[in-house]
C-alpha cells in the first residue's frame, strides 16, 4: 500500500513558478514509477510527466517540455515537479500517483493517486 500527499500548489502570475512534492507512504518507494497528471475544470485528466526509479529516465507531456521537470529523493520518498514560464493554461488540480510498470504510469492506469493540488495560473 502506497500513501500519496501532495503540496506546494497555489496561485501564481503568468511566467512565475511553483514547485509540487509529493509525499510518499510505505518503504517501497524505490519500487514504483512515479507521475504527474492534471485536471482542468471541465477537461479530462492528462499525463504530464513520469520517472522511473532510478530517475535516469523521465517523460513529458509535450506542453510542459522545457518548463516543468520531473525529479525525486528516494531516500525521501518524495517525488517533485519544478513548474517554470508558468501559463494561464497549466492552472490545473495537480496529482502524482505511482505504479511499478512504466507504461502503466504513462498511460494514466495507476494503482496509488494522491489527493490533487490546486495550481492557478493567472493573466
Known amino acids: 500500500q502506497v500513501q500519496l500527499v501532495e503540496s506546494g500548489g497555489g496561485l501564481v502570475q503568468a511566467g512565475g513558478s511553483l514547485r509540487l512534492s509529493c509525499a510518499a507512504s510505505?518503504?517501497?518507494?524505490?519500487?514504483?514509477?512515479m507521475g504527474w497528471f492534471r485536471q482542468a475544470p471541465g477537461k479530462e485528466r492528462e499525463f504530464v510527466a513520469a520517472?522511473?526509479?532510478?530517475?535516469?529516465?523521465?517523460r513529458y507531456a509535450d506542453s510542459v517540455k522545457g518548463r516543468f521537470t520531473i525529479s525525486r529523493d528516494n531516500a525521501k520518498n518524495t517525488l517533485y515537479l519544478q513548474m517554470n514560464s508558468l501559463k494561464p493554461e497549466d492552472t490545473a488540480v495537480y496529482y502524482c500517483?505511482?505504479?511499478?510498470?512504466?507504461?502503466?504510469?504513462?498511460?494514466?492506469?495507476?494503482?496509488?493517486w494522491g489527493q490533487g493540488t490546486q495550481v492557478t495560473v493567472s493573466s
Open positions: 520517472i522511473v526509479w532510478s530517475a535516469l529516465t523521465s
Open positions: 500517483a505511482a505504479d511499478k510498470v512504466f507504461s502503466s504510469v504513462l498511460s494514466g492506469s495507476c494503482d496509488y
Open positions: 510505505g518503504r517501497t518507494f524505490l519500487s514504483y514509477t
